[in-house]
């Protein structure tokens, strides 16, 4: 047998009718995980907690540990084949040393490692969150069926990942995808990856917040935060400022999106995240402008839709790190 094809053998893990795989979808919002079939359905229910807004490496890791030992307590605790991790970016991959931009406690933190500790005898592999929920859009998602896609997350961070030829792309390094850091505006606001103008430094929840208040923009109530999420309720009764603000963050992703179209000729992105949740307010500016930049014939083709799978994205995208190895598993690690 050829090297590659053991490599490749090591790579493919046999799941039975009712064997099962524990994804985690670890984010700067939220640490989610949950027990997943085969199929890509879930088994259960998933559980979730807020990523701490503060503290120590360690006490991030352990809050990791109690929400996948919750998942599987509320399964019954069964035998998993495997682990599937979507984790903020950037990292080292397929190592799993990750360094999360919104997760301040984690640098350099050997996540695949401590999750081998905690977990021995059976695979773990960890990739970008982005990049889990695009794969399983593309299994069971808006993308299914569909050979060339983006799956892209525009939330507490804009990042995103590509299926070309039916094949999850990781590039050289792991980290493609980062569509997040794809320049919008050269002349934009300086954003914490250590670039200007980048997509994410305008368009994700807490700069498009940040932004109307700069403008000017308080909320309507006085017991509600100066987020995303009341800045699109106010949007929806008449704010023009919130309504700008969302405009301006739709317009920075469609220019993006009419960029990466251009370069991989897609058939499809798939857009999911909070920031989504306003609906016509992201979406409506994000085509307009897409419609504006998008000049050559087959970028015009590009359908843009709203996720299928919500909040179940991440951990069914991770699970499919080993359940659907052949699509979106690049196996040089194992």
Not at 89 to 105: E, K, Q, R, Y
Not at 278 to 298: C, E
Request: glycine residues 14%; positive net charge.
């Amino acid at each position: 047998m050829s090297k590659s094809n053991v490599i490749e053998e090591r790579a493919h893990v046999k799941l039975g009718p009712k064997d099962c795989v524990l994804g985690l979808d670890i984010g700067g919002t939220k640490i989610a995980a949950g027990l997943v079939t085969r199929d890509g359905s879930l088994l259960g229910r998933m559980h979730r907690s807020p990523t701490p807004a503060r503290g120590t490496s360690d006490r991030m890791w352990e809050v990791v540990v109690k929400v996948c030992e919750k998942a599987l307590a509320a399964s019954g605790n069964p035998k998993i084949k495997g682990i599937g991790v979507g984790c903020a970016g950037p990292m080292v991959w397929p190592d799993g040393v990750v360094s999360p931009l919104n997760i301040t406690a984690w640098r350099g933190f050997p996540l695949q490692r401590r999750l081998k500790e905690h977990f021995p005898k059976i695979p773990v592999r960890v990739h970008n969150d982005a990049i889990t929920m695009a794969a399983a859009e593309h299994w069971i998602g808006a993308a299914r069926g569909l050979d060339h896609a983006l799956g892209m997350v525009v939330s507490t961070g804009v990042g995103g990942g590509f299926i070309i030829g039916n094949q999850l792309v990781d590039g050289g390094l792991g980290n493609a995808g980062h569509i997040g850091h794809v320049v919008v505006d050269p002349t934009g606001p300086s954003c914490h990856c250590g670039g200007r103008g980048c997509l994410e430094a305008i368009a994700r929840g807490p700069s498009t917040a940040g932004w109307a208040v700069e403008q000017g923009w308080t909320p309507h109530s006085k017991e509600a935060s100066a987020d995303a999420k009341t800045l699109a309720s106010d949007a929806r009764d008449g704010d023009e400022i919130a309504i700008a603000a969302f405009a301006r963050s739709g317009e920075a992703v469609g220019i993006a999106l009419a960029s990466v179209t251009a370069l991989l000729d897609l058939d499809i992105a798939v857009i999911g995240g909070g920031l989504v949740q306003s609906g016509p307010l992201l979406m409506a500016p994000m085509r307009r402008a897409f419609a504006y930049h998008a000049g050559l014939k087959f970028q015009k083709r590009l359908r843009i839709v709203p996720a299928e799978l919500d909040q179940t994205a991440g951990i069914v995208g991770a699970a499919s790190l080993i359940i659907k190895s052949s699509n979106y598993w690049n196996p040089r690690d194992e």
